[in-house]
């Protein structure tokens, strides 16, 4: 059976074990202190799940943010079209999280869970009540206080405190300035650094592959524990989150579709066409960077994007342009916050657009790696939240195959953006 059937398999069995044996069972010697102790004891393989995904989380950000920021050399050879294509990826990037963001708080999926369960999860929880306390508090400084504040601690004075720490935006910024550092190297030292890097990242990646096969039963356990708290009345807070996710993906593949039309002058279905191919790869296998070799292929021949192009924006794009998970990632958030009633103040707001973009840079090509730079995103908004991911973990893999597919999507489409800047920085000038 293939790992996301075992996660909705495990989902299912979450739901039914909280249900029958939890602290809100229909079987009356469960009911109660019971069930509750129960739950707590078999949330012991979740709360370990959620450890090992913590764990890998520093490392693999910190080498996969210096390797898309190290092989960013090839942007000086492209003169002022490379910077543009930069700043195309960051802009989309940020809309894709708004488009997110905003989606979640005009339809608040959280709030199906209803009032009174809310405060019941609240109740439970006494760490989130004293966060939203100080939250307000927080908010009662002064924004430009905050954001001074903020901008300073982003600033990390020691680099190994802060990985010790999990400050991950600090993180973020020592990985950006390192990865800078490594550009300026001669090409041997580069090479060798280079290749030290690739060898932790590629090791990285093979410790999530390896926790991954341990969600299905990670999932079963956290699910099983937040329906014996919640009852069955939190599914309906999990399907509207699906419904507004797929809702903003579909807003942003409008949004590539009409650069598509603008800038390259391809009909929308003409596009689509085209590179089907890829985007039903993507969909299959979640992995942006295994349908990379397709993706190249099907933008030269169907689309007549020179070699040139799709060889420097594509592999660039895989790494760095992330709009669906970005996307995903807003929606989580403020999902994860208004199920356990975190208010969200414009400061807040406005970390998670800066987190989720910094950490789109850093995520790696391969399946489940949204969930990594999510519990990155949520730690720097809320922490006492973090175990909240496992709400959605058991949706995960479906959204996972849908923002793929808008991920590769976006990649084509910078394609097509590139290809105008390289056509108009070849023109001889008057």
Same mark, same amino acid.
């Given at each position: 059976?293939?790992?996301?059937?075992?996660?909705?398999?495990?989902?299912?069995?979450?739901? /039914?074990?909280?249900?029958?044996?939890?602290?809100?069972?229909?079987?009356?010697?469960?009911?109660?202190?019971?069930?509750?102790?129960?739950?707590?004891?078999?949330?012991?393989?979740?709360?370990?799940?959620?450890?090992?995904?913590?764990?890998?989380?520093? @490392?693999?950000?910190?080498?996969?943010?210096?390797?898309?920021?190290?092989?960013?050399?090839?942007?000086?050879?492209?003169?002022?079209?490379?910077?543009?294509?930069?700043?195309?990826?960051?802009?989309?990037?940020?809309?894709?999280?708004?488009?997110?963001?905003?989606?979640?708080?005009?339809?608040?999926?959280?709030?199906?869970?209803?009032?009174?369960?809310?405060?019941?999860?609240?109740?439970?929880?006494?760490?989130?009540?004293?966060?939203?306390?100080?939250?307000?508090?927080?908010?009662?400084?002064?924004?430009?206080?905050?954001?001074?504040?903020?901008?300073?601690?982003?600033?990390?004075?020691?680099?190994?405190?802060?990985?010790?720490?999990?400050?991950? &935006?600090?993180?973020?910024?020592?990985?950006?300035?390192?990865?800078?550092?490594?550009?300026?190297?001669?090409?041997?030292?580069?090479?060798?650094?280079?290749?030290?890097?690739?060898?932790?990242?590629?090791?990285?990646?093979?410790?999530?592959?390896?926790?991954?096969?341990?969600?299905?039963?990670?999932?079963?356990?956290?699910?099983?524990?937040?329906?014996?708290?919640?009852?069955?009345?939190?599914?309906?807070?999990?399907?509207?989150?699906?419904?507004?996710?797929?809702?903003?993906?579909?807003?942003?593949?409008?949004?590539?579709?009409?650069?598509?039309?603008?800038?390259?002058?391809?009909?929308? &279905?003409?596009? /689509?066409?085209?590179?089907?191919?890829? /985007?039903?790869?993507?969909?299959?296998? %979640?992995? %942006?960077?295994?349908?990379?070799?397709?993706?190249?292929?099907?933008?030269?021949?169907?689309?007549?994007? @020179?070699?040139?192009?799709?060889?420097?924006?594509?592999?660039?794009?895989?790494?760095?342009?992330?709009?669906?998970?970005?996307?995903?990632?807003?929606?989580?958030?403020?999902?994860?916050?208004?199920?356990?009633?975190?208010?969200?103040?414009?400061?807040?707001?406005?970390?998670?657009?800066?987190?989720?973009?910094?950490?789109?840079?850093?995520?790696?090509?391969?399946?489940?790696?949204?969930?990594?730079?999510?519990?990155?995103?949520?730690?720097?908004?809320?922490?006492?939240?973090?175990?909240?991911?496992?709400?959605?973990?058991?949706?995960?893999?479906?959204?996972?195959?849908?923002?793929?597919?808008?991920?590769?999507?976006?990649?084509?489409?910078?394609?097509?953006?590139?290809?105008?800047?390289?056509?108009?920085?070849?023109? @001889?000038? @008057?």
């Amino acid at each position: 059976m293939k790992i996301h059937n075992k996660i909705l398999l495990g989902m299912g069995l979450g739901i /039914l074990t909280g249900w029958l044996f939890g602290a809100h069972s229909p079987i009356e010697f469960f009911n109660g202190e019971i069930g509750q102790r129960l739950m707590l004891n078999l949330n012991l393989v979740g709360e370990i799940f959620l450890k090992l995904l913590k764990m890998v989380v520093v @490392p693999l950000i910190f080498f996969s943010m210096v390797l898309g920021i190290a092989s960013m050399d090839n942007v000086a050879s492209v003169g002022k079209a490379g910077s543009r294509i930069l700043l195309y990826f960051l802009s989309t990037t940020a809309l894709a999280i708004t488009i997110g963001v905003g989606l979640a708080l005009v339809i608040e999926p959280g709030t199906y869970l209803g009032e009174q369960k809310r405060l019941e999860l609240m109740a439970d929880n006494v760490e989130i009540a004293k966060n939203v306390g100080n939250l307000a508090h927080s908010q009662s400084a002064g924004m430009l206080e905050l954001i001074r504040k903020n901008l300073l601690d982003m600033i990390p004075s020691n680099p190994v405190d802060s990985m010790a720490k999990t400050q991950i &935006l600090q993180i973020i910024v020592f990985a950006l300035f390192f990865g800078m550092g490594i550009t300026t190297l001669q090409e041997k030292k580069k090479k060798t650094l280079m290749e030290i890097c690739h060898a932790i990242n590629d090791i990285m990646v093979y410790l999530v592959e390896k926790i991954i096969l341990l969600a299905p039963y990670g999932v079963f356990t956290l699910m099983a524990d937040a329906i014996s708290k919640q009852g069955l009345g939190i599914l309906n807070a999990l399907i509207a989150y699906f419904f507004t996710v797929v809702f903003g993906l579909l807003l942003q593949l409008c949004f590539y579709l009409l650069v598509v039309k603008l800038v390259g002058g391809f009909s929308p &279905l003409h596009f /689509l066409t085209q590179m089907r191919e890829a /985007l039903i790869l993507a969909f299959s296998t %979640s992995s %942006s960077s295994a349908t990379l070799p397709v993706t190249m292929r099907l933008a030269e021949k169907g689309l007549g994007i @020179p070699p040139k192009t799709t060889s420097f924006v594509l592999p660039l794009g895989a790494t760095i342009n992330m709009d669906g998970t970005a996307l995903y990632q807003g929606v989580a958030v403020v999902f994860i916050c208004q199920v356990y009633g975190h208010a969200l103040g414009p400061l807040e707001l406005l970390t998670i657009v800066i987190m989720a973009t910094m950490a789109s840079i850093g995520a790696a090509g391969v399946p489940g790696a949204g969930i990594l730079t999510l519990v990155m995103v949520l730690d720097s908004v809320a922490p006492v939240l973090v175990a909240g991911i496992a709400l959605i973990l058991g949706v995960d893999r479906i959204l996972d195959m849908c923002r793929t597919t808008v991920n590769v999507c976006g990649d084509c489409a910078a394609c097509i953006v590139m290809n105008l800047f390289n056509r108009e920085s070849s023109e @001889p000038k @008057p």
